[in-house]
């Protein structure tokens, strides 16, 4: 990144921690919690305790860092080394990134593009330029709507097992938009947060839906057609077995339309020409939530402060009062409309604050503030 770009935005989130002092509210039981920031032209700092919250925003204004972050784990002294902080347990966090979700419009927006010959290519990064064969390549990883929506609907199954399976409270939970490329959840004050990292391995292994078997569901080749009806689980069960069974009866297939629910399945399963492994396969797919198994276990993780910026997209990590109608594009956009010039090399078309900009390709434009600095954090242009 260019200096006057990388000046624009240490600038830009300065003015940010400056305006919204009060917008950025310390966390529960901040001074047990562990503090880090990463500067935009340093190393990541951690082990930092706070004692008083307002003089360590006024160390984000003096220093502008590209992330802000604070454990989950409390501690008797969050300054010392990690093994000497004296654990007292931690909030329950998950995180769902859209990345992870194979979704196909990622085929059709993510983009390589070549440093020396600017020749852009769609989809993966190939192991040179294809036009000029040199190796100086930049991966544009864009997300659009339907990536975050994707994420959306991960984090509401999650928050849907938490309370159901787990017994949850939902005033135990908060959901976020991570401001950028999903969704966190975190669990205050409930009965999980003493659990160790295994334990909370046990609880991202169920979330997974892993080793999950046909036979705990009654099914069963040996069985006849009608014990293996009143073996059958109901879809309104609690648990796997249940959003599974749903999952089965919602299986279209016209030819089976005179037979009620749980013989429709049974059906199925029987079935010559459907193959009901696969289809088991989609349902873990569709009923469990895919998320980062490596942060719900890890508890020396810092995660994202709330309200803080994302340096990827400019976006603020936001908290979701209703995560059914929370829009990401209009809620974390929380720079203002001062007009920007800039170079842009290549994006593809994006929404914020309802204004629809792009596609751009190889153009110099004004743009308002929170729109440039979304494209020079994706990497995709430059102070003009
Ligand atoms: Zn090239
Ligand atoms: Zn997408």
Redesign the pocket.
């Known amino acids: 990144m260019e200096d006057k770009t990388v000046n624009l935005l240490k600038k830009t989130f300065s003015e940010y921690y400056k305006r919204n002092k009060s917008r950025i509210s310390e966390p529960s039981r901040f001074t047990e919690r562990e503090f880090g920031y990463w500067p935009f032209d340093g190393f990541m700092q951690r082990h930092m305790a706070v004692v008083k919250f307002s003089t360590f925003i006024d160390e984000l204004i003096l220093n502008a860092p590209k992330g802000v972050y604070a454990s989950c784990s409390y501690y008797d002294d969050p300054s010392l080394p990690m093994e000497e902080k004296g654990w007292n347990g931690g909030d329950l966090a998950f995180d769902i990134d859209c990345d992870d979700l194979e979704l196909k419009c990622k085929r059709e927006h993510d983009r390589w593009i ?6 852009i290519g769609i989809g993966l990064r190939p192991k040179a ?6 190796n ?1 390549i930049i991966v544009l990883n864009w997300s659009c709507v339907m990536c975050l929506d994707a994420a959306k609907e991960e984090i509401i199954k999650l928050n849907d097992i938490l309370m159901d399976d787990f017994g949850i409270n939902k005033k135990e939970i908060s959901i976020f938009f991570s401001g950028n490329k999903g969704y966190h959840l975190t669990v205050e004050s409930s009965v999980y947060e003493k659990l160790d990292k295994h334990e909370r391995r046990e609880i991202v292994n169920y979330v997974l839906a892993k080793e999950l078997d046909l036979k705990y569901m009654g099914f069963d080749k040996k069985t006849s057609f009608n014990d293996l009806i009143s073996r059958l689980p109901q879809s309104n069960e609690p648990g796997w077995r249940g959003r599974l069974m749903e999952f089965f009866e919602n299986y279209e297939d016209s030819s089976l339309k005179n037979f009620n629910k749980t013989e429709k399945v049974a059906k199925i399963y029987n079935s010559k020409t459907i193959k009901f492994n696969s289809l088991f396969e989609e349902g873990i797919k569709n009923v469990r939530s895919t998320i980062d198994p490596l942060v719900t276990s890890d508890t020396s993780r810092i995660f994202r402060l709330p309200n803080s910026l994302h340096e990827k997209s400019g976006l603020c990590k936001t908290l979701c009062n209703s995560i059914d109608s929370f829009d990401p594009y209009t809620q974390s956009v929380v720079l203002d409309d001062e007009l920007i010039k800039i170079n842009i090399n290549f994006c593809p078309k994006f929404t914020l604050k309802g204004i629809s900009y792009g596609p751009y390709k190889s153009q110099t434009l004004s743009l308002p503030k929170y729109a440039a600095i979304y494209l020079m954090s994706n990497k995709l242009a430059q102070v003009a």
Do not use: L
Not at 129 to 134: A, D, L, N, P, Q
């Open positions: 070549c440093r020396d010959c600017k020749k330029c294809t036009k000029c064969k040199e100086k």
